[in-house]
């Protein structure tokens, strides 16, 4: 299993972006990754996913502010976040998937980073 170390997170006002990253300690471009999320509160919530193929998935509440992408020369997941509202308040985590194509299911992640704190002001 690959470390995971997210780093990018921070305070924002609503509206704003940040850009989030997910540095993985070895290679990742065979596996699908992915971010999630947890508010205060709430249980974890899917966020993205990305295939080894660059296919990508969203939750319905992010579609058309965020955008997940890869580095494979980099090891490197990202997570581009706009137009924050106060709703995006949480701690986000990366996770490796155990193969090349997202599958929905929670045992699919066998690695999970720490996290990193995203609070947007309204």
């Known amino acids: 299993q690959v470390q995971l170390v997210e780093s990018g997170g921070g305070l924002v006002q609503a509206g704003g972006s940040l850009r989030l990253s997910c540095a993985a300690s070895?290679?990742?471009?065979?596996?699908?990754m992915g971010w999630f999320r947890r508010a205060p509160g709430k249980e974890r919530e899917f966020v993205a996913a990305?295939?080894?193929?660059?296919?990508?998935y969203y939750t319905d509440s992010v579609k058309g502010r965020f955008t997940i992408s890869r580095d494979n020369a980099k090891n490197t997941v990202y997570l581009q976040m706009n137009s924050l509202s106060p709703e995006d308040t949480a701690v986000y985590s990366c996770?490796?998937?155990?193969?090349?194509?997202?599958?929905?299911?929670?045992?699919?992640?066998?690695?999970w980073g720490q996290g990193t704190q995203v609070t947007v002001s309204s």
């Open positions: 996770a490796a998937g155990r193969g090349p194509v997202y599958i929905n299911l929670l045992g699919f992640w066998n690695s």
């Open positions: 070895g290679r990742i471009s065979n596996n699908a």
């Open positions: 990305i295939n080894k193929s660059g296919t990508t």
